[in-house]
């Protein structure tokens, strides 16, 4: 097997979020947020849990970045909980929260790993959402306010930010399909909620350089590879319906091409979406444009979808097709989309670079007799993906860097803790922590800096 190697100063990390590992719902001033209200709320999480103590990564982030060490991560992007920090949204900041990400920050420094910090995964200040959340204009500017406050706390040490993690699941999952917190079913809101968190990290770019001198900014976005095994036109529109739904609608404004044309008329037609924009206000799509220096890129896997039979512009998932073998998640693993993805932004968008800023699978495998992970799946998903991101940099893709989806298992959101997305196993009941294989092999893959193909 031919060993690939990646750049020198190529950035190996692994990533987590604050609601997802923290616990600690209501430590230390913390204010609720969504993610507190959806979950403690009955019927709307699959195994009827909470992120109330999660992987209690807030007293055992000791522990968990000596784990990272362990493995040679180079890098860990985490997030922050705005409701630490500013527990009514907007207003008073809460000093033990910056404190908490504070420490945090120093001992990844003096572990010598680089801190990528994410402000928003999802969880709003529950006052805020009462004060409309995202689809009122007034969360964008909240936004930058704790923006403010979080980068003149940490800016000295942080210089990595991420405004946003996956602005389709805030907007779309969240608001019209509804999985996600606070689980409305509202074409016009998560249109405005797109614009709005898209408004709120053009905002927020000149906020973190200021405050954060000689930082790198940007903003992740989740891409599906879209496809079709149709041989209809229909099919194909279908996909392009998809792809313009899930992709274009956020990567085009931020690279100064506003919201897709196409998509605007279709969900215009199908009478999703009040072509007057009323949420678009002068100067907002030159501020979404705001320069950047890299794209944050979280992909997992492919979808085959086909037209739908009657009128209904919502192209139908096309499940019989999806023969290639399936995470737990039920996801295709398709290592070829994450080439065409980077290929596509690279060559379409040209981002000053990319990183690669979530990839990773979830698999049940746990401890054997011995206490020992053996989760070969996973090894073999990384390996092929990382495969595939060697071949993206052999084209020419300015991809600086990769984190894995997820340095623990953890709370996957609706589908609660069902779902392991770990490279190191946790015992939710002791919360013991185990690396599986893979967070064995990933070590092997840092310290060669390369991947046997
Ligand atoms: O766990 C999530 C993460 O919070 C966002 N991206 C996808 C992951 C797996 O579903």
Redesign the pocket.
């Known amino acids: 097997m031919a060993i690939q190697s990646f750049p020198a100063g190529f950035l190996w990390g692994s990533a987590t979020?604050s609601f997802?590992v923290e616990g600690a719902w209501a430590e230390d001033g913390k204010g609720e947020s969504i993610w507190d209200r959806f979950t403690h709320t009955p019927g709307k999480i699959e195994d009827a849990s909470t992120g109330d103590v999660a992987c209690d990564h807030y007293h055992r982030w000791p522990e968990d970045i000596a784990l990272m060490q362990s493995l040679g991560l180079q890098a860990y992007r985490f997030s922050i909980a705005w409701p630490r920090i500013l527990p009514d949204g907007v207003g008073a900041v809460n000093p033990r929260g910056l404190d908490f990400y504070s420490r945090l920050v120093d001992g990844l420094l003096e572990a010598g790993i680089i801190p990528f910090a994410t402000l928003y995964?999802?969880d709003l200040p529950q006052a805020q959402q009462d004060r409309g959340g995202w689809p009122a204009r007034v969360t964008a500017e909240a936004f930058v306010e704790y923006a403010d406050v979080v980068s003149r706390h940490l800016g000295d040490r942080v210089k990595h930010w991420i405004t946003h993690?996956?602005p389709w699941?805030v907007a779309f999952l969240s608001h019209q399909i509804g999985a996600h917190a606070p689980g409305w079913q509202d074409w016009g809101a998560a249109f405005a909620t797109a614009h709005h968190v898209l408004l709120s990290h053009g905002w927020a770019v000149p906020v973190l350089r200021r405050n954060s001198p000689g930082s790198e900014v940007g903003i992740t976005l989740?891409f599906e590879a879209a496809e079709t095994v149709g041989r209809r036109p229909a099919d194909r529109t279908a996909v392009n319906w998809f792809d313009g739904y899930f992709n274009r609608w956020f990567v085009q404004p931020l690279y100064g091409r506003r919201y897709p044309a196409d998509m605007v008329a279709a969900f215009t037609d199908a009478g999703l979406l009040d072509p007057a924009m009323p949420f678009v206000q002068p100067g907002d799509f030159d501020a979404i444009a705001v320069p950047t220096d890299f794209l944050g890129v979280?992909y997992?896997k492919r979808s085959l979808f086909v037209a739908a039979a009657d009128d209904n512009p919502m192209p139908v998932e096309d499940t019989a097709n999806a023969t290639l073998p399936h995470t737990d998640?039920n996801w295709e693993i398709y290592p070829e989309g994450l080439y065409n993805l980077l290929c596509r932004l690279h060559f379409e968008y040209r981002p000053g670079k990319l990183y690669v800023t979530?990839n990773g699978a979830?698999y049940k495998d746990g401890p054997d007799a011995d206490g020992v992970v053996h989760d070969q799946r996973r090894i073999d998903y990384l390996r092929s993906h990382f495969v595939a991101a060697h071949r993206a940099l052999a084209a020419g893709v300015p991809l600086a860097g990769y984190f894995v989806?997820?340095l623990l298992d953890?709370f996957?959101?609706a589908r609660g803790y069902l779902q392991r997305?770990g490279i190191i196993w946790v015992d939710y009941a002791t919360q013991q922590r185990i690396p599986k294989d893979s967070a064995r092999w990933l070590k092997g893959v840092i310290a060669a800096n390369g991947v046997e193909e």
Do not use: P
Request: hydrophobic letters at 30%; proline letters at 0%.
């Open positions: 979020a997802q995964h999802w993690n996956e699941c989740n979280n997992y998640m979530e979830s989806w997820s953890n996957e959101w997305f």
